[in-house]
């Protein structure tokens, strides 16, 4: 019985491992400036531009929904748009979750890019100094 029970805890255990995403090393990343920011009612939208590595010129548009009473968490989604630079468009939509921290918001959300990518996607945007600096972590490459 302790026999099969190790082995399924080392079967558990390197499955774990072998299917773990290592989030020391993004495949790419940028800068984004903050271009506006539009508040409404338990939400703010955010749009932003800028350069990422492996993907061009970005815009994106992102709606912050309110999860609690003092706005440090909650839930987000908007869409991006990316010109590569031998002018490929590429879209993808936005869904996922943020933390706040004084001026500081962490976004975490899972892209579906067009041509078949997938990413981790984790922005750190700085409120008053008008910029987020992006992470993405690739799950699936492009078809």
Known sequence: MKKLFFTLTLIALSTFISYSQDLSNPQGGGRLNIESITPGDGYSKMNFQGDIAGYGRVFASIKLSSGNSSKTSGTLSGQARTILHDGT???SPLNGSWKRSGVTIRFYFI????????????????ILGEVAFVKYYELHSSN
Not at 112 to 117: K, L, P, Q, R, T
């Open 89 to 91: 468009f590429l879209s």
């Open 111 to 126: 892209d579906d890019v067009s041509n078949g990518a997938m990413n981790f996607v984790i922005w750190d945007v700085d």
